[in-house]
């Protein structure tokens, strides 16, 4: 697969992804390309992995954890939004703001399995050979 | 439901509640990659050129306390006493803008001697008698490290790139914005030494093959500086990106804001460097995202120092500007 396809296919999932396990569009954004960026440094490998998407996934779970700690993220944490959108009588705001809890309740291992099963779709055995 | 089916449902509600986002175009990282330290964004419309390691550039780095000694600053001879007040007057406020309170400045014996500072730096000598040099180049190729020959001395250097396929070109549409070409090393280059941080500042009309900082031996050859940027910092404030490191934003005075904004219209879809002290510290490629120049409101932020003390003392250096006079230490 090219790194440009790959880009285009996984970058809306990837970056939705971080938005809701960091709370933060806008962090969610650096991470997401910082991910995409590593993966195509090593694309010759990313590529042949069973799952590119997955281990963009997790690097960007890294680069979230690393960045939140630094900025006791705990302590400013925004709700997730984005630029322009109004959250009020929104379709799926529960649904986002239970995920938003769950994620949040959760370790950082915990939280890596539950994005790969419930947002990547990977089953167990799969999840079990990313990690 | 079972649970798995509900959280299936939850998440699956919770990303369609998002916001839909096209993702930024792809040339931006390949951009990246070509260039390693390299990111250029367009924020609030202005271009924001993210810059790594250059922390190194100065030689300030965090490390053990120094004494907090009197440390003497020579001058080369026949230098006056008022040439000598001027590089004080820049020192005191270098020192000040470090937050060194304690520091004194004064001259003595022909020398200047500053005492109490700055203790933080591992190398404060460096940090005294830095004289930033900020140049803005165009980029004409790409080269490898440094492969001496051990036949002949390759001669001068190179005035441009050994075949057009080398050259850097315009930006061309790739569907998402513009990007340039993936431009291989120029060989012809790999047989000549880098330009040395001196003959960089004393010969800022010529060509220039300059190390790319936090690179492993990655160089560019630049053209002629199109812009001098070295006593035009109006600010440099330390700040932590997003990602929490530490960053360097250069804010420019409004004349060179004005002079930086005639050189970006002029290489539009084009690569510059900008140099700092002989190393291109960023290299961006001009509004890749857009089909047509807009001005610029200019700012360049400086990413990648080891330490807040690094980050501050680049950037005191910056906002006080080059030394009139050299210093040195014997």
Request: aromatic fraction near 6%; include cysteine; charge should be negative.
């Amino acid at each position: 697969m090219e790194f440009d396809a790959f880009y285009r296919a996984s970058y809306e999932r990837v970056h939705r992804a971080m938005a809701l396990a960091f709370r933060d569009y806008s962090l969610a954004e650096d991470i997401t390309q910082e991910a995409f960026y590593r993966a195509l440094r090593r694309w010759p490998k990313v590529s042949k992995l069973d799952h590119p998407e997955a281990w963009t996934m997790v690097v960007a779970l890294n680069c979230g954890r690393d960045a939140a700690r630094r900025r006791r993220q705990k302590d400013q944490v925004q709700v997730v939004g984005g630029p322009g959108v109004d959250s009020s009588g929104e379709a799926g705001i529960d649904d986002r703001l239970a995920v938003v809890e769950l994620l949040a309740s959760v370790t950082d291992r915990q939280r890596e399995v539950i994005v790969l099963r419930y947002i990547c779709q990977f089953s167990v055995p799969e999840i079990a050979g990313v990690l | 439901m079972s649970m798995t089916d509900e959280l299936d449902v939850r998440f699956e509600g919770a990303l369609n509640s998002l916001p839909r986002l096209s993702p930024p175009p792809v040339s931006g990282l390949h951009a990246r990659l070509r260039k390693r330290r390299v990111a250029a964004r367009v924020v609030g419309g202005g271009l924001v050129a993210v810059v790594a390691a250059v922390g190194l550039s100065l030689g300030l780095t965090e490390g053990p306390t120094s004494p907090a000694g009197a440390v003497v600053l020579h001058v080369a001879p026949g230098v006056t006493r008022d040439e000598l007040r001027a590089d004080a007057v820049v020192m005191r406020n270098r020192l000040a803008l470090l937050g060194d309170a304690r520091a004194r400045v004064s001259i003595a014996a022909g020398s200047l001697v500053v005492t109490g500072g700055p203790s933080q730096l591992a190398d404060p000598t460096s940090f005294l008698t830095a004289s930033p040099a900020l140049l803005v180049r165009p980029v004409l190729c790409l080269s490898g490290p440094y492969q001496p020959s051990s036949q002949s001395s390759p001669g001068d250097l190179l005035s441009n790139c050994a075949g057009t396929s080398y050259a850097i070109a315009p930006a061309t549409p790739d569907g998402d914005g513009y990007t340039t070409a993936t431009f291989s090393n120029d060989p012809a280059l790999a047989g000549y030494p880098s330009t040395s941080p001196a003959q960089d500042a004393d010969n800022p009309a010529d060509v220039a093959l300059l190390p790319t900082a936090g690179s492993s031996g990655e160089r560019d050859l630049v053209g002629p500086t199109a812009l001098t940027l070295s006593s035009k910092v109006a600010s440099a404030e330390v700040a932590k990106n997003r990602l929490g490191g530490w960053v360097v934003r250069v804010q420019l005075d409004a004349g060179a804001a004005a002079q930086w904004d005639l050189v970006a219209h002029e290489y539009f879809h084009l690569q510059i460097a900008v140099d700092l002290d002989g190393s291109v510290v960023t290299a961006p490629l001009i509004e890749p995202s857009q089909a047509a120049y807009t001005s610029f409101d200019s700012q360049i932020e400086m990413s990648g120092f080891q330490s807040k003390e690094a980050a501050a003392a680049v950037a005191a250096a910056l906002q006080s500007g080059p030394l009139p006079i050299p210093l040195h230490v014997r």
